[in-house]
């Protein structure tokens, strides 16, 4: 049986860890400021077709989770 129970207990695809061990060794700043991350900030606007959009990569699903649910959900809301 296939079962997710969350992002942190699952491998990775194979292309992602062929992708990984390609950029392995490189030195890059963190946090979302390096080239890969502007390559997919410019990735996903292409998609959106859409220039005027910021995009803000969260470091971990906690964090985005509530980040989202703060935004979404009224005071009185629950998840």
Known sequence: ??????????GAHPRV???????????????????????????????????DVDIHFIPAGTQTNLLVISSFLRPHHGV
């Open 1 to 10: 049986m296939i079962s997710f129970m969350n992002d942190y207990s699952e």
């Open 17 to 51: 860890l062929e992708l990984l061990m390609k950029s392995n060794l490189e030195q890059n700043i963190g946090y979302g400021e390096d080239v890969h991350s502007e390559k997919a900030r410019e990735y996903i606007k292409k998609k959106l077709q859409r220039e």
